[in-house]
T-cell receptor, first 115, second 118 residues
Framework: DTGVSQNPRHKITKRGQNVTFRCDPI?????LYWYRQTLGQGPEFLTY????????KSRLLSDRFSAERPKGSFSTLEIQRTEQGDSAMYLC?????????????FGPGTRLLVL | AQTVTQSQPEMSVQEAETVTLSCTYD???????LFWYKQPPSRQMILVIR??????QNATENRFSVNFQKAAKSFSLKISDSQLGDTAMYFC???????????????FGQGTILTVHP
């Protein structure tokens, strides 16, 4: 069990550029979650998947944000036309299929800085 | 909508002593889970302890225990015999049970920075 992994760990981009982050969940975890965490604050829910289906999206997820999990394994989060307000840590988490599915296991995050 | 409030931005404790972190929440749901997560500096978030609202018995995990007061919507974390490795940001979080309006997503508080001094 290698844990949740996220790539890249850090990303610096210029305003207006597109960025894409990847999350690899724990093997056989069918649920995958994305959160955003700004400095000194608690994470805020963005969206989550059960297998390849996106079940819920937060109002925080504007039209510039899109998330996919095409084969029910890894997921990508894309931000188009980045803005300085998008600067944050983007966290991914996964949870198992059956008992214990309420417990989410977090990755190390991708820290985004938009200049 | 659910809200979680942690009113202590920072706490400190001496090594080997006991500290309690506070958390209150607001919900109209009756069945839910409460969690404490720990986020060490520059490291990933890990689960400390979990409580199911329908269980009256307070959860314990080694040196960590909770005081769950459902009527008061209070969920505090007690850390006994504090260790230097306990230094971290601690988040209280809420999730409804399956079938609830927000099942699957965690709602976090603002966090409490705990520093353990030698």
């Amino acid at each position: 069990d290698t844990g949740v992994s996220q790539n890249p760990r850090h990303k610096i981009t210029k305003r207006g550029q597109n960025v894409t982050f990847r999350c690899d969940p724990i093997s056989e975890h069918n649920r995958l979650y994305w959160y955003r965490q700004t400095l000194g604050q608690g994470p805020e829910f963005l969206t989550y998947f059960q297998n390849e289906a996106q079940l819920e999206k937060s109002r925080l997820l504007s039209d510039r944000f899109s998330a996919e999990r095409p084969k029910g394994s890894f997921s990508t989060l894309e931000i188009q036309r980045t803005e300085q307000g998008d600067s944050a840590m983007y966290l991914c988490a996964s949870s198992p299929r059956d008992s214990g599915q309420e417990t989410q296991y977090f990755g190390p995050g991708t820290r985004l800085l938009v200049l | 909508a659910q809200t979680v409030t942690q009113s202590q931005p920072e706490m400190s404790v001496q090594e080997a002593e006991t500290v309690t972190l506070s958390c209150t929440y607001d919900t109209s749901e009756n069945n839910y889970y409460l969690f404490w997560y720990k986020q060490p500096p520059s490291r990933q978030m890990i689960l400390v302890i979990r409580q199911e609202a329908y269980k009256q018995q307070n959860a314990t995990e080694n040196r960590f225990s909770v005081n769950f007061q459902k009527a008061a919507k209070s969920f505090s974390l007690k850390i006994s015999d504090s260790q230097l490795g306990d230094t971290a940001m601690y988040f209280c979080a809420f999730m409804t049970r399956a079938g609830g309006t927000s099942y699957g997503k965690l709602t976090f508080g603002q966090g409490t920075i705990l520093t353990v001094h030698p």
